[in-house]
């Protein structure tokens, strides 16, 4: 394949319908390193028709191929996942700017969800029975592929964010077309390649690179995709829901947040205590530069420690190593794009328009050998003072702008926290282990952490509340968004009801 054959329909690799390219940019140095193709709505439709035959047509074999040869491919693939690590960690760095050693974190989460999702269907009954009340009535619950999935993901985790839904799709024995960020595409195509490489029949997974509109949008209406799933930014996701939702498709859209950390005084009664909580909230804000769905945003402390709290946070904060992510001793590399810097510049100017108090960073750092002018660097950024009327707080910035706000006591706390029309996850810092759990379970956001913040596990689920989504990925499920249940009910001795008298 050439470099613009980044289409694959149908088991064949190929460029445009349009003949279209577009440049992927190093966001370290602002320069083009690959190029892909870019797709239309014509490229969408072929993909698309691709799933339906391997679903539905003659072809159509994926669907009914046996649990335990689906779950033997998903394990194929997460080894080969192993075997490309390196190279799959420097395209994520050169993709998306994270560091070498975040994206190898990446790689080994993607093996271990398409482990985890082989060895989930494989461990399934045939069914669940139901039980008529008779010996005469044999009734079950099955469950059965949903169909053709229409798969949108984000630029900021493309690998991961791919994998969370390819691998349960595949798993329940459906066909799909995914469509990686224009911003961020290669992750992704090198995914497809693994599954081909694993012996993934033709027509079973589909990629189209191009942009969310005319691509992702064609997705969303087309007539033969059963399921559209989305992970992305509120406003887009929801335009295309409303779409998918008008040709009756089952939906799954995860959409962000605004993520609280909440430190209690009593975390930092001890000194480790206090080196703990205040490396958390740098790690829980500032990793793969806050552009992070479940970034600790947020930083909600007690007002008793706050002003020692902060000083530290931002103290260290100074300190963070920044520059082009494939570069030994980088902790932080760029954003991801010249439209992602500027909405974060604006966020900084608005809230110091505001009132906010500027404790560190708020600019882009002086240029380097390792943070070249042209690259999308801004400095991680603490902002003190904050309440919920700021535009900072309320929306997503996508950044390393960490806000502060403080509170006097429990309720107080999880007031705050509670406090936003997102509530994708959150975290919990206290030593009494009571008010932690107490806390916790007050708080309507879809993943909470107590003391500790970003682990998650492929087994339990994630997603959010409010304006977060709508479904779950990871856990059952995650898988069970891919599947339609089906009651299967046999009267095993049929004989005449004799409702109607003639």
Not at 63 to 87: H, K, N
Not at 119 to 139: C, I, K, Q, W
Not at 271 to 286: I, K, R, W
Not at 396 to 415: N, Q, W
Request: glycine share 10%.
């Amino acid at each position: 394949m050439s470099a613009a054959e980044t289409i694959h329909v149908d088991g064949v690799w190929r460029a445009a319908a349009s003949g279209a390219v577009r440049e992927v940019l190093d966001p370290a140095d602002a320069r083009p390193f690959r190029t892909v193709a870019e797709g239309g709505a014509a490229d969408a439709d072929a993909a698309v028709l691709a799933a339906h035959r391997a679903f539905d047509g003659g072809q159509g074999t994926w669907p009914r191929t046996p649990v335990a040869e689906r779950a033997a491919l998903l394990r194929r693939v997460a080894g080969l996942l192993q075997r490309d690590r390196e190279e799959l960690a420097l395209i994520e760095s050169r993709d998306t700017g994270k560091t070498l050693e975040e994206g190898r974190v990446d790689v080994d989460d993607v093996t271990n969800a398409f482990g985890y999702f082989a060895d989930l269907v494989t461990n399934e009954s045939g069914g669940r029975v139901v039980d008529a009340g008779s010996p005469d009535v044999h009734s079950v619950v099955v469950h059965e592929p949903v169909g053709v999935c229409a798969l949108i993901t984000p630029w900021n985790y493309p690998l991961l964010q791919a994998s969370w839904k390819i691998a349960p799709a595949l798993a329940a024995g459906n066909t799909f077309v995914v469509k990686p960020s224009e911003v961020t595409p290669l992750s992704t195509v090198h995914l497809v390649k693994l599954l081909v490489e694993a012996g993934l029949p033709a027509g079973v997974a589909n990629i189209v690179t191009g942009p969310g509109v005319p691509v992702g949008a064609r997705l969303a209406e087309h007539p033969q995709v059963d399921l559209f799933s989305f992970t992305g930014g509120l406003a887009s996701g929801t335009r295309a829901a409303q779409s998918a939702v008008a040709g009756a498709k089952r939906i799954a859209l995860e959409l962000g947040g605004k993520n609280p950390n909440v430190v209690f005084a009593d975390a930092c009664a001890t000194e480790d205590g206090f080196d703990t909580a205040v490396d958390q909230a740098l790690n829980a804000a500032f990793i793969h530069s806050g552009q992070v769905c479940s970034a600790g945003a947020r930083l909600i402390v007690e007002e008793s420690v706050k002003d020692r709290f902060v000083t530290e946070l931002a103290h260290r904060a100074e300190k963070i190593r920044l520059g082009r992510g494939t570069a030994d001793g980088v902790e932080c590399g760029p954003l991801v794009s010249q439209q992602q810097l500027d909405k974060v510049e604006a966020y900084v100017a608005s809230a110091l328009a505001e009132g906010a108090k500027l404790r560190c960073g708020g600019q882009r750092p002086e240029p380097s050998e390792l943070r070249p002018a042209t690259g999308y660097f801004y400095l991680p950024t603490v902002l003190d003072g904050c309440h919920r009327e700021m535009k900072v707080v309320r929306e997503e910035t996508f950044g390393p702008i960490l806000t502060v706000e403080s509170f006097r006591d429990e309720e107080e706390a999880v007031a705050l926290a509670n406090d936003t029309e997102y509530g994708l996850a959150g975290a919990v810092w206290s030593g009494d282990t009571a008010r932690a759990r107490r806390v916790a379970a007050r708080l309507r956001h879809g993943t909470v952490w107590i003391n500790d913040y970003h682990p998650y596990l492929p087994q339990a689920e994630w997603g959010g509340f409010g304006k977060s989504g709508i479904g779950r990925e990871l856990g059952l499920s995650g898988l069970d968004e891919y599947r339609e249940s089906k009651h299967i009910y046999e009267n095993l001795r049929p004989a005449p009801v004799r409702w109607f008298a003639g």
